[in-house]
């Protein structure tokens, strides 16, 4: 494919990200597949996480930061009872405790003084750069960075489900906001510790999950849509 076969105003691809794999090892495929080094995404997710990467190529990565000031939308598993390092089943174990007590009730009354305006601390095994390096460098060499609390938008949370010491909610959130401190904070709210098991994003703005391409289904998809020019 070559870059004259792409429309003038580039393309954005609505992906569902894989659990496993990189948000960057998926643009480096897509400019693999399309010859054109013009790729990028709008927003990170975690190799533990799946859902919808957004990727724009050529042109359409002009608009990278309008759709990164897009409202998303999270479903994320909250394990309770044990903390760790990275706020997510990747980390190192720091804490355990008993949930006895634990229950919706509990956690739905806690749940409501997440919403709005919040400060948030993201956690040291994160991208946000100190002294032009990633966070997560620092921490893997044990050297410890605090981050600085910064304010984002929770405009919805909600319990949808709660089993066997895990949660289920649903979190409708402005740009930056780390799922992995929502889960740390609500453990440490309710008493007990809590690290995030698992999280899917859903949404984007108008850009829908059910609506979004497999990485096994991009060879055909980019094929199909760069034959239309």
């Given at each position: ?5 792409i ?5 954005i691809?609505?992906v569902n990200?894989p659990v ?15 010859g ?6 709008a ?5 533990a996480a799946d859902?919808i990467?957004l990727?724009a190529i050529?042109?359409?990565t002009k608009r ?7 409202e ?12 760790t390092?990275?706020?997510?089943a990747e980390g190192?174990i720091m ?7 634990l ?10 003084y997440f919403?709005g ?9 994160s991208a946000?750069?100190?002294k ?7 921490a893997?060499k044990g050297?410890?960075?605090?981050p600085?609390p910064r ?5 919805k949370?909600?319990l ?6 895990e949660a289920?909610?649903r979190i409708?959130c ?11 904070d609500?453990?440490k709210?309710?008493?007990?510790g809590?690290f995030l098991?698992g999280?899917?994003r859903?949404r984007?703005g ?5 609506d979004s391409?497999?990485v096994?289904?991009l060879?055909?998809?980019i094929?199909?849509?760069?034959e239309k020019?």
């Amino acid at each position: 494919m070559t870059k004259n076969r792409i429309p003038d105003e580039g393309v954005i691809l609505n992906v569902n990200k894989p659990v496993g794999r990189t948000s960057f090892s998926v643009v480096a495929y897509v400019r693999k597949l399309t010859g054109i080094k013009k790729v990028g995404h709008a927003g990170a997710l975690d190799p533990a996480a799946d859902g919808i990467l957004l990727v724009a190529i050529g042109r359409a990565t002009k608009r990278i930061e309008k759709l990164m000031e897009l409202e998303k939308e999270y479903v994320g598993n909250i394990k309770f009872g044990m903390t760790t390092d990275s706020f997510d089943a990747e980390g190192k174990i720091m804490d355990r405790r008993s949930c006895e007590g634990l229950n919706e009730d509990l956690i739905e009354n806690e749940l409501k003084y997440f919403v709005g305006e919040i400060e948030q601390v993201p956690p040291v095994f994160s991208a946000l750069k100190y002294k032009g390096k990633p966070l997560y460098k620092y921490a893997r060499k044990g050297i410890k960075i605090e981050p600085s609390p910064r304010k984002v938008r929770i405009s919805k949370i909600a319990l949808e489900s709660f089993e066997n010491d895990e949660a289920r909610i649903r979190i409708v959130c402005s740009k930056g906001t780390y799922i992995r401190s929502i889960a740390n904070d609500l453990g440490k709210a309710v008493g007990c510790g809590a690290f995030l098991n698992g999280l899917t994003r859903e949404r984007i703005g108008n850009f829908l999950l059910k609506d979004s391409i497999g990485v096994e289904d991009l060879p055909v998809k980019i094929e199909e849509l760069f034959e239309k020019n």
